[in-house]
């Protein structure tokens, strides 16, 4: 939230708490959404470890504990069959309704789910499914983990240095792409007003589809920002959005809608979403 302009940068300028919150909010979704794409393909799985009414932790840390020791059956199981070391990230919820703590995780395929609920031991493992890449790579998956921060003792919080997600020390983490000086102020005045307009967008990266486009007006200076997503156009989508506007027309854009490559079949992965920021 802070003011970029073509050539030298102006004095910081400290953010009201709402605007902060926003903002740590959607850099939190975004870097998760990199993480994803860099480490996780379609053979992955996406799930939700839940407990019975006889299995329910008596606290947090105890809740911490059979995580850990799941995510550490669950990696003998694959040395045991000869499979790559996992990868996984992981979010923890407590209900709202019932306070019931469980996780939500994204992790490495190759174990069936049925193993997966034997090894979890605890209860259930709901909503398992593989990872479906669309236009903005998994960044619904992201919205939802980064959701709810969660302290050490199980409560909900927005205090600084809380965690949204955690990963597995192998995930890579790819860094943002920033561009402060691309565009005048006036181009990004124009951009945010107009993030509907993707041919404008798609004109300035040549190979590349945009696969949304959001403006943010800070309060605090005055000035507009805009968040570009762009995705190749020869990568492999799993889901495809029904309609995509380009320009003011919408015209339907299935004959040159882009594709996500996805597998772990020796294939060589190729970055599937890039990110600009201005």
């Known amino acids: 939230v802070y003011q970029t302009a073509r050539g030298r940068r102006k004095n910081k300028r400290k953010p009201s708490r709402k605007c902060q919150q926003r903002l740590n909010q959607v850099n939190a979704e975004k870097q998760l959404a990199r993480i994803m794409a860099a480490n996780f393909t379609n053979d992955d799985y996406k799930l ?24 550490a059956r669950l990696g003998r199981a ?12 992981y979010s923890i ?14 992790l490495t395929g190759g174990i069936a789910p049925k193993e997966i609920q ?21 960044r619904g998956i992201a919205r939802y983990m980064c959701k709810q921060k969660v302290s050490a003792d199980g409560t909900e919080t927005d205090a600084a240095g809380m965690k949204r997600y955690q990963c597995s020390q192998n995930c890579i983490k790819p860094e943002p792409q920033n561009n402060d000086f691309k565009y005048s102020k006036k181009k990004v005045k124009e951009i945010a007003e107009d993030c509907e307009n993707r041919r404008m967008i798609e004109a300035k990266y040549p190979g ?49 809608q882009g594709k996500f490559t996805g597998g772990n079949s020796g294939v060589e992965r190729k970055p599937m979403v890039q990110f600009w920021q201005s």
């Open 118 to 138: 034997r090894i979890w031991g605890k209860g259930y493992v709901d909503k398992i499914k593989p990872l479906m890449f669309d236009e903005t790579g998994l």
């Open 93 to 106: 919820e407590v209900g709202s309704k019932n306070g019931r703590i469980h996780f939500h995780m994204v």
């Open 78 to 89: 694959r040395k045991k069959r000869g499979l790559p070391v996992m990868k996984y990230i």
């Open 208 to 256: 590349y589809f945009c696969a949304e486009c959001k403006s943010f007006w800070n309060e605090n200076n005055g000035e507009h920002y805009i968040s570009i997503m762009l995705y190749r156009q020869d990568a492999e989508l799993d889901i495809r959005n029904q309609m995509r506007r380009s320009g003011d027309n919408g015209r339907r854009r299935s004959d040159k």
């Open 48 to 71: 939700e470890l839940t407990y019975s009414p006889d299995n329910l932790p008596e606290d947090m840390e105890r809740a911490k504990k059979d995580l850990k020791n799941f995510i």
